[in-house]
């Protein structure tokens, strides 16, 4: 039986999100910081002759899936006649501003780029998951970054590694009709990379990093504002308030450890007396498909050496 390469497609957060403009083709400018975190969906990939896609959430199978794109995107840029069985485990929300469809497609491209043998840079690779979105960038390079342009543009960076409590708010934000609302504040000033990443811990503490979605979102989704609520107010050790990520929905607080953050968690579910959807994952620097990718180079290496 032919073996499947499995391989994690994280969730990132936007730690703060400005939007400095719009551009002439209507994207829009930013500057923000993503962090990865250490949880998220999971694929698999087994060579086969046609190209298939099989899901535990058996709507996402279709033609529009970002999997699919990625995987037709190699074909074409490379010729390939290869196909592959592509299994997704989807356990990231979706329209919850923490990247799922962007970091699948990123996976897909890296994954098949291994299992086909195809070789392309990931520079290369970058370029083509821009294709697909201005999030896919980020997940091809695996490192946590300041991003500017429309989130290409990235520049590596460290901030702390703190445990985080999501909070999924039962309601889907649609990216593009927040990128057009008619009252989304677009000309935050731009900073300089270097101030933006000397100064993020400090900013952080003293609550001054913003997301520029959030006003707009909390007010159109009484869910987003309910959530955010919640987690600045209820007794819990967080070190600094809530925020939202990307355009929304999911919102999160930083915690200094987990059993903190699960503390918080249990007195959420218990006071709000609500199911609120809820997840805790640590801010990593390194994306978890990067290190899973390095470590299997590893034992191919150890392997080589001892035949
Ligand atoms: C909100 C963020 O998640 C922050 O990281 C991203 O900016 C969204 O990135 P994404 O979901 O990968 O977005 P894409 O799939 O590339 O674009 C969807 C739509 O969002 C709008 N869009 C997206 C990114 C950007 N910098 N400006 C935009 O105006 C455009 O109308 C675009 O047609
Ligand atoms: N593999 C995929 N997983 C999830 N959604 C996908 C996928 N491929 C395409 N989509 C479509 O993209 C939409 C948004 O998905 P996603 O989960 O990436 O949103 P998001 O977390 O808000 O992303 P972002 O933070 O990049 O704005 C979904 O509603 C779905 O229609």
New binding site residues.
Partial sequence: MKSELVLPAPAKL?LF?HITGRRPD???A?Q?L?QFLDYGDELGFTLQDSLALECNLPELVNDDNLILKAARLLQQETGTQQGARIRLDKRLPMGG?V?GG?SDAATTLLGLNALWDLQLSEERLAELGLQL????PVFVRGSAAFAEG??EILTPAHPPEYWYLVLVPDCHVN??KM??HGDLTRDTPAIKVCAALETYEEQRRQNRLHND?EPLVRRLYPEVESCIRLLDNVPNSSIGRAMMS??GACVFVPFASREQAESAKATISSDSGSDIEAFIARGVNTSPLHSTLHRRQAVHQLEACST
């Fill in positions: 936007n999100l209507g994207y829009h930013l923000t993503f501003g990247g962007s979105g201005a999030d896919v429309v989130g990216t593009v990128y057009a979605f990307g355009s």
